[in-house]
């Protein structure tokens, strides 16, 4: 089979499990007798004469005469002292085999005089959270490493006495750590206009999750005599160079959720995610989690911004423009199989890919291995988290044949993500922003992987 073309660097495969086509028919006779089964005889069939790759067996295959070197061979790391410690205590590094695995520029939205927005390479992550070095990023004015020590933060406007509040100060009060996704509001936004970008990367890269840790919103105005019953809305500025604003309502202040955030993944914030403070916003597009964060403003109407008068808007049908747009709606990807990705061969494969929702839980994920004529739950892995990723995976056996695999998303609430047709009858064919319509990945006889809409 063709080796996967490269894509602007060339994508890694994720690990994966293949089975000869000897093995299928014994894989499909023993499905019915359950999952753990199912897998079994799947290995069982592998390990009985059809011949079990691993995800590079493409490039590197198992030579089926006189044994494989690799094991009859004692390689040199089984024979030798390793490296010690990293020097002087250095930053950890992965491994120079995944190197390919890497954030990724966009060549097609707004653009300063350095690059605005990295994807994440969902393709090549495990799990729900987001390593921080491979978060995507989004700058409106460049990234800053600023200073901690000359950092200040000031809450303002409708409280009885306005405060100023150090870093420090602020690392000093009770903190709460929270694992949330953070997507942007132009996150699939290419999809509207059915531009194929080739993976899940470029289609839903501008999303992450991480466990941030700051203090809530509320304890911070409580100290500043904010009033609360008044205070409807609050506005919150950054310190870069756009000077970054957002209205935030109050009703999602008092719930508790919204903190201002010092760390992220067990260390501090990176100075690409706002370091020293951003505000975390669960559930609501990330232009609304401010970087840099310097200051909050209490009052009783939305500030109408050049940030919420211009961009971050939706488009009608009727040519009217939807202000204010906050909750991200539940949505899905599937991310293996998917665009840039080769099957290796028939047999059983491991669907896999991640689910969300701005309104609270993921409830269930729908797979579809038929183009949305028949689907499957999904199985979703632990922990089930509010406004945070979700995975899910799904036993597979593809039968060689051309097929289109698509996921299908359902929050608590009962909302279901749309197709394409069910969102353009809503949204209309001119939008950017806010796109959750079901993801395609079209499977192709010799096993390439493309991105097709389905409507």
């Not at 299928?24 to 011949?51: C, L, P």
């Not at 996704?181 to 194929?196: K, L, P």
């Not at 990176?270 to 669960?282: A, D, F, N, S, T």
Request: hydrophobic share 35%.
């Amino acid at each position: 089979m063709n080796q996967e073309r490269p894509v602007q660097g060339s994508l890694r495969k994720a690990p994966e499990s293949f089975l000869s086509r000897d093995g299928i028919r014994q894989v499909v006779a023993e499905a019915k007798s359950g999952r753990r089964d199912f897998i079994r005889n799947a290995f069982a069939a592998a390990a009985t004469g059809a011949a079990f790759h691993g995800a590079m067996a493409e490039s590197n295959p198992v030579p089926t005469e006189g044994g494989d070197p690799n094991i009859l061979n004692l390689p040199e790391h089984s024979k030798g002292l390793g490296q010690g410690v990293a020097p002087d205590g250095s930053y950890g590094k992965p491994s120079k085999y995944e190197s390919d695995v890497q954030r990724r520029q966009s060549p097609g939205l707004t653009q300063t005089t350095q690059a605005s927005v990295s994807f994440a390479p969902l393709q090549s992550l495990f799990g729900i959270v987001t390593p921080s070095g491979l978060h995507f990023e989004r700058h409106h004015q460049g990234w800053w490493d600023i200073d901690p020590s000359k950092h200040r933060f000031m809450i303002n406007g409708m409280v009885k006495s306005p405060k100023v509040f150090t870093l420090d100060e602020i690392m000093r009060l009770p903190a709460v750590s929270r694992f949330h996704f953070i997507e942007c509001g132009a996150n699939t936004a290419v999809e509207w206009g059915n531009v194929a970008v080739p993976t899940a990367q470029y289609t839903h890269g501008m999303i992450s999750c991480s466990e941030f840790t700051g203090v809530p919103l509320i304890t911070l105005l409580e100290m500043a005599g904010a009033d609360l019953k008044n205070g409807k809305f609050v506005l919150a500025e950054g310190a870069d160079g756009s000077s970054m604003t957002r209205t935030i309502p109050m009703s999602l202040i008092k719930s508790g959720e919204v903190f201002v955030a010092y760390g992220q993944n067990g260390e501090m914030l990176r100075p690409e995610q706002g370091y020293p403070l951003r505000l975390i916003v669960p559930g609501v597009q990330g232009v609304s989690w401010v970087k840099y964060l310097r200051r909050i403003e209490v009052g009783d109407k939305p500030y109408a911004t050049k940030d919420e008068a211009i961009h971050y808007i939706d488009l009608q049908p009727d040519g009217l423009e939807r202000q204010y747009t906050s909750i991200q709606e539940c949505k899905s990807v599937v991310t293996t199989p998917s665009g840039g990705q080769v099957l290796l061969d028939k047999g059983f494969y491991n669907i896999t890919g991640l689910a969300w929702s701005g309104r609270g839980k993921v409830k269930k994920v729908d797979v579809s291995v038929d183009g949305g004529r028949n689907w499957r739950t999904a199985r979703l892995e632990t922990p089930v988290l509010s406004k945070a990723l979700t995975r899910f995976n799904l036993d597979w056996v593809w039968d060689g044949k051309p097929t289109i695999v698509q996921s299908r998303a359902m929050d608590e609430t009962g909302f279901v993500q749309p197709t394409y047709k069910q969102l353009r009858a809503v949204r209309g064919t001119r939008s950017i922003y806010h796109n959750n319509a079901i993801q395609s990945w079209l499977v192709q006889e010799n096993g390439e992987v493309k991105n097709v809409q389905v409507a």
